[in-house]
């Protein structure tokens, strides 16, 4: 069995804590560094870990399932055996330390990005913040593809962006100076993250391993025809999900699609908006264009009891029910051959978030393996989601 010594999660309101840890400085990527001290007992070599610290963006108030679902991937690597900083509640962000496990950011459902923390400065001087920063950043080795300022996506977050906005010149000009930024999309990016004036976190992400968004938001503009907002979430879905070429190999006009909890239409209004024919399913009116559109056919049907006349290309699914239940109904579908790919909605209980989509998720996934179907399934707390999140299952090729 597992043993770790991981202690028991709390919500802390100070920064002073986590800012006083000490964090491990930069690596060359990939060099898992083991510094190692000689045993007085025995005289012989105790691998001592590299603590490393990680910080993930949120939404606020997922502070503490984003550190949970992060704490759990590291552990199905190798026991956590570093001690945990306190979570700041509807922060927008979280710190875990872990003992060198790798962290897969694709797989992170809360995260909205992903960076290894090098340095914390936690009273930055009024009057010069920059030469604290600067000499922090001279400690780092390497060169970066580009320098990203952040700040949390709150309230307090969003008074601090004219200051950000300020700063954001004078530090590439000095770094530029330096020569350690380069224009270069794959090379790590540097981001200086202040959790508020006074403080910084700076730290570096993977750009084959992180979010390619600043502040790991996809910001999405709302189509001056589409019928609701609803219509930017699955707009990020598709392009957070899939990269350019499966969107074109994907989602090809003539293509067929299912919409489960359609109304008033905005998930459907970005399927025809690409010229897939749709199937919308709601007792709710379809609104705007769609209420008379040539490619949408509406039926006033119950969601869990529609099925289709012919299998389609996609389902996708916006209805409001209990996670498990959605689970249900989209395994029900693939195991039938009803759809190839599917979009779909779990929103999410206030409790035992991680624990309900564990069973959900997990459930599909038991279901398709028994059935031999393969599938790629990959979910995320999006940008546009609130109390969800969002899921992209594909057939891929059968076994
Ligand atoms: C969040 S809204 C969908 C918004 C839609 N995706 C859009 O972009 O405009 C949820 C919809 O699910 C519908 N709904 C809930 N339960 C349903 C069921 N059992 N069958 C069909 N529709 C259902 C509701 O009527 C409601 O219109």
Known sequence: METQAVKPRRVGTKLTRLLSLN???????????????????????????????????????????????????????????????????????????????????????????????HHSIAALPDRDRLTPILNAITALPGNFGALWLEVPDTNDGKTLSAFVRRFQPLLETALREQGRLLDDIKSARLHIFFPDKASVLIGSSDPYNS?????????????????????????????????????????????????????????????????????????????????????????????????????????????????????????????????????FNLKLPMKQRVAALDAALGGIRTRLDEEGISYKLQAKQLYHDREEITVFLSKTKNR
């Open 23 to 117: 964090v491990a400085p930069a690596k060359p990527a990939a060099s898992a560094q083991v510094s190692r001290e000689k045993s007085r007992h025995t005289g012989t070599e105790t691998p001592t870990p590299t603590l490393t610290q990680w910080l993930l963006y949120c939404r606020p108030g997922f502070e503490q399932d984003c550190a949970q679902e992060t704490l759990r991937q590291a552990r199905q690597h190798k026991p956590v055996i570093a001690e945990q900083s306190d979570l700041i509640n509807n922060s927008g962000y979280a710190v875990v330390a872990l003992n060198e496990q790798a962290l897969s950011f694709r797989e992170l459902i809360f995260a909205r990005q992903l960076i290894r923390l």
């Open 211 to 343: 979010s390619p968004a600043l502040m790991g938001i996809a910001r999405q503009s709302i189509p001056a025809e589409a019928p609701s907002r609803s219509t930017l979430k699955l707009a990020e879905a598709i392009e957070t999900f899939m990269d350019k070429s499966e969107q074109t190999r994907l989602l090809r006009s003539g293509m067929t699609a299912v919409d489960l909890g359609a109304a008033p239409g905005g998930w459907t209004w970005q399927m025809v908006s690409r010229g897939i024919r749709v199937t919308a399913v709601d007792n709710g009116p379809m609104k705007g264009v769609l209420a008379k559109h040539p490619l949408v056919e509406h039926l006033k049907q119950d969601g869990f009891k529609y099925a289709p006349r012919k299998a389609v290309d996609w389902l996708i699914c916006d209805m409001v029910e209990k996670p498990a239940k959605v689970a249900e109904l989209i395994s029900a579908w693939f195991v039938a051959g009803w759809c190839k790919h599917a979009i």
